[in-house]
Nanobody, 114 residues
Framework: VQLQAFGGGLVQAGGSLTLSCQAS????????IGWYRQVPGKQRESVAI??????DIDDSVKGRFTISRDHTKDTVTLQMNSLKPEDTAVYYCNVRDITGYPYWGQGTQVTVSS
């Protein structure tokens, strides 16, 4: 599976951004798809994930971020509203196949200024 992320950029606190991720290749093997983020010196953390069991959104972004998947286009979108400076990070698209193997997109920078 190959992943290409789009979106990101610089926005003021309270603003919105949309991240999109296009999956290609053996997309029929995807078991989970979503977004992680990472800041320098910290571990990569889950932001929002869609699995067959449902949607898992980190508490830090609940009520502000929304994740959606378009099965027909093999895309996943992260709508980020009411952004805060602490949301600043590199965001990574991620899928896991039916064996649990992870695939990562190239990462896109999101910077929220105060």
């Amino acid at each position: 599976v190959q992943l290409q992320a789009f979106g990101g950029g610089l926005v003021q606190a309270g603003g919105s951004l949309t991240l999109s991720c296009q999956a290609s290749g053996s997309t029929f093997t995807i078991n989970a798809i979503g977004w992680y983020r990472q800041v320098p010196g910290k571990q990569r953390e889950s932001v929002a994930i869609i699995t067959d069991a449902g949607i898992d959104i980190d508490d830090s972004v609940k009520g502000r971020f929304t994740i959606s998947r378009d099965h027909t286009k093999d895309t996943v979108t992260l709508q980020m509203n009411s952004l805060k400076p602490e949301d600043t990070a590199v965001y990574y698209c991620n899928v896991r196949d039916i064996t649990g193997y992870p695939y990562w997109g190239q990462g896109t920078q999101v910077t929220v200024s105060s």
